[in-house]
């Protein structure tokens, strides 16, 4: 009998399509997965393969990317109302209208946003290239980051450039406390601490390491350490295993609230569903995604 595992690998392939996992999502589906990884490494891997479908297994904003670099392969979400807690849908609105107020502001947008904030964009950045992309911009340059306040201040904090920003930010890094953290540390004062930089400041300040989620599978990997304790969503913890398997490597969450609720959204009936009927599609307007196109390609110039 056919099993839901062996029916989407045969979708996918009478489909010709990949299938993109966040690192965030169910252990289950980055097994299924043909890359996993930080969102816009998976958009650029996707643009890279001969697919004619992409299977986007993430939130939408990764779609959306997706779909702005490869516009003539058909872009699914198995979980059609994935969103992100870093915004909501006033930040399109409060972004012009800060812009409005200061016309002087060039905008840098971190790859975690809705396309059409990318499309008004002067560049896009990741939490690894932020502080390279801050730093291109002119030195007299009043710069407006969006969305995530914790990752602006941790690249204001390398650079010497003036930046704004505007409230929001992702709750699961932004709601770990101090006390809780300290408390895994005292519990376990061996490990080191890896951290994502969209945790506080004061957090940040706690931590052995600040990266991406790549960042920090690579540094538990090439670690001479046995024991970490990870700040970042727990479904990271699947690539960490992957990566140390054979090191005896050991694994403590900073905390276990830091589940994303929309990075659990999908599941293997899902995947498979969107294979089987092509929806549900993510489609970027061509003159929003154009844009978008150009603020993700000024970021891709930088070196």
Request: glycine share 4%; hydrophobic share 40%.
């Amino acid at each position: 009998m056919e099993t839901i595992e062996d029916e989407i690998l045969r979708l996918k392939e009478e489909r010709n399509a990949v299938i993109l996992a966040h690192v965030y999502q169910p252990d289950e589906i980055q097994e299924i997965a043909d890359f996993t990884g930080d969102s816009f490494k998976l958009s650029v891997e996707a643009s890279k393969t001969d697919a004619d479908v992409i299977v986007f297994c993430g939130v939408r904003f990764m779609a959306e990317t997706a779909n702005i670099l490869s516009p003539d392969k058909i872009t699914l979400l198995p979980a059609e109302d994935a969103g992100c807690q870093m915004f909501d849908d006033t930040l399109l609105p409060r972004v012009k209208a800060e812009l409005a107020a200061h016309p002087e502001y060039r905008l840098v947008s971190y790859v975690n946003t809705p396309a059409s904030v990318k499309a008004i964009s002067d560049v896009c950045c990741t939490s690894s290239n932020a502080v390279k992309v801050i730093e291109s911009m002119p030195e007299d340059a009043e710069i407006l980051f969006v969305p995530d306040p914790n990752l602006a201040s941790y690249t204001a904090e390398r650079t010497t450039r003036h930046i704004h920003v505007l409230e929001g930010g992702c709750p699961i890094h932004g709601n770990l406390r101090t006390d809780v953290l300290q408390r895994v540390k005292d519990e376990h004062p061996g490990a080191l601490v890896l951290m994502h930089p969209e945790c506080r400041p004061e957090l940040r300040a706690m931590a052995d390491y600040i990266g991406s989620t790549s960042g920090i599978v690579d540094y538990a990997a090439a670690s001479d350490c046995k024991e970490f304790i990870i700040a970042t969503e727990m479904g990271v913890f699947y690539q960490l295993e992957e990566a140390c398997h054979r090191q005896g490597k050991t694994f403590y969450p900073a905390s276990r609230s830091m589940l994303c609720v929309n990075m659990k959204k999908t599941n293997l009936t899902k995947v498979r569903d969107a294979l089987r009927t092509l929806e549900p599609r993510v489609v970027v307007p061509e003159d929003v995604r154009k844009k978008a196109h150009a603020a993700l390609s000024r970021m891709l110039e930088i070196k």
